[in-house]
């Protein structure tokens, strides 16, 4: 077996508000990835509050990582190299992750590597299915929504990006205004399913041309609707609500990343992050990628939200390539994906 096919590389990943811990085979086969998420800890507070995220952090990392190391059943002699994320995300989550690989890597004497978050979501593909270039990813997550091109492995370009919030933090604005409880995107889903898109919300398109999104006029237009409503005796109905909304979002995604695809002339898109579990998102851009004739991969929902797995993947390219980072590897909270 060559070296190539037999690298064993651990994971960190504590961008946000999950600590997870996984060991990665080749890059493709998962032999552990631990997911310990604070949803219910930030709940009460309606969304992820820094300072309690990186103390959970601090209280799980250790035993994470022995669960992780347990479950792979692989010894520390079998591990090549340290992968963690460095950015972006929240600086005092990222720095416990950061910490965590920057000990396990020096006293196992372990190669340590940055690993990008949103690369780490692209390569949640790769577990799925082996990546064939040129492609177009679609990133959709709590923090990110972006339109990147890769014409091979460890390229990145950013051809279209949110100006504002970013989709998955809509769904979440939204979802609180309607009363859902913190995360709202999956139950916005949930009732979108269960209702009918009967008010027309605003589609921002932008500039003729452009692959750039914009939410937060959206997220206004169903505020002010609401409020509307309740001065005019309106009645809509929160899966109305839901489902008008889902209905516009979905619309711009898909059809500016179908628009991308022929533009650059690719064959296979990818679906990444947290949003790509919804069910909407998935159906209508598998129903327009088999209409165009592209080939789509959309990870398994453990796979799409954040976990080590997808880091440990995207770290085996970067431990390929001996693009090794020292020990004054650092959190990066606005880390630029090139
Ligand atoms: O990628 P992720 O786990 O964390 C970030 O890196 O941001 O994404 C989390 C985001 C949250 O905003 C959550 O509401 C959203 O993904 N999300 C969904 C669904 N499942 C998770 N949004 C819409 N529909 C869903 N089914
Ligand atoms: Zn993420």
New binding site residues.
């Given amino acids: 077996m060559s070296e190539r096919e037999s690298t064993t590389i651990l994971a960190i990943e504590t ?2 508000d ?1 600590t997870s811990v996984a060991v990665v085979r080749n890059g493709r086969d998962v032999l552990s990835n631990v997911v310990s998420s604070q949803i219910e800890s930030h709940k009460r507070f309606g969304g992820v509050v820094p300072e309690i995220a990186s103390r959970h952090h601090v209280e799980q990392i250790t035993f994470i990582l022995e669960e992780a190391m347990k479950e792979a059943n692989v010894s520390k002699d079998e591990i090549d190299a340290v992968a963690v994320t460095e950015g972006p995300g929240l600086v005092g989550a990222l720095l416990v992750g950061v910490n965590a690989a920057k000990a396990v890597a020096f006293a196992w004497g372990k190669p340590l590597i940055g690993v990008h ?1 949103i690369a780490g ?1 692209i390569y949640a593909n790769h577990i799925v299915e082996e990546l064939t270039f040129p492609l177009l990813t679609l990133v959709v ?4 929504t972006e339109l990147i091109y890769m014409k091979e492995h460890g390229s990145y370009e950013v051809i279209g990006e949110t100006r504002d919030d ?1 989709v ?2 809509a ?2 604005k939204v979802a609180r205004t309607l009363g859902l409880p913190y ?4 139950q ?2 949930k009732l979108a399913h269960e209702g009918e898109a009967v008010i027309n919300f605003p589609r921002a398109w932008l500039e003729e041309g452009s692959y750039d999104f914009s939410f937060s006029g959206l997220k206004s237009s169903v505020i002010n609707t609401l409020h509307n409503a309740k001065q005019r005796g309106e009645q809509w109905s929160n899966e109305e609500i839901a489902a008008s909304f889902q209905a516009s979002v979905i619309e711009v995604l898909v059809t500016k990343a179908m628009r991308a695809a022929k533009e650059k002339g690719v064959n296979r898109i990818l679906l990444a ?3 790509a ?3 909407g998102l998935r159906k209508t851009l598998t129903e327009a990628c088999e209409k165009a004739d592209i080939t789509l991969t959309i990870p398994p929902l453990k796979l ?3 976990n080590a797995a997808m880091i440990g993947s995207a770290g085996t390219f970067l431990f390929w390539d001996g693009k090794y980072a020292d020990d004054r590897l650092n959190g990066q909270a606005g880390l630029m994906l090139k």
């Fill in positions: 961008s946000c999950e978050h979501h997550s709590g923090g990110h970013a998955g933090e769904y979440d995360p709202g995107g999956p916005m889903d992050g947290g949003v579990a919804n069910r799409c939200t954040d």
